[in-house]
Nanobody
Framework: VQLQACGGGLVQAGGSLRLSCAVS????????IGWYRQAPGKEREMVGM???????KYADSVKGRFTISRDSTENTVNLQMNTLKPDDTAVYYC?????????WGQGTLVTVSS
């Protein structure tokens, strides 16, 4: 599985960004797909994920602000991020979990200015 993320950038606090991750195979064939992030000096943390049967899970810190979705037409997994905070500044990575392992895309930087 190959993953290609895009959509990061610089945004002011309170603003929105949409990250997108293109997947090399059918999005609905992926067991679990989602996003992690890693802020400077911190460990990588799960942001949001969606299972093949559509169950979603979010980190408490982003609940109500971030929404993960799958697009079967574009074969992408997307992360809509609203009401962004400076604490959301991080490199965001999309990932896919299959029976044969976990696959990672390259990171995309999100910077939220105060």
């Amino acid at each position: 599985v190959q993953l290609q993320a895009c959509g990061g950038g610089l945004v002011q606090a309170g603003g929105s960004l949409r990250l997108s991750c293109a997947v090399s195979r059918s999005i609905f064939s992926i067991n679990i797909i989602g996003w992690y992030r890693q802020a400077p000096g911190k460990e990588r943390e799960m942001v949001g994920m969606v299972s093949s049967d559509g169950i979603t899970k979010y980190a408490d810190s982003v609940k109500g602000r971030f929404t993960i979705s799958r697009d079967s037409t574009e074969n992408t997994v997307n992360l809509q991020m609203n009401t962004l905070k400076p604490d959301d500044t991080a490199v965001y990575y999309c990932y896919a979990e299959q029976s044969d392992g976990i696959y990672w895309g390259q990171g995309t930087l999100v910077t939220v200015s105060s």
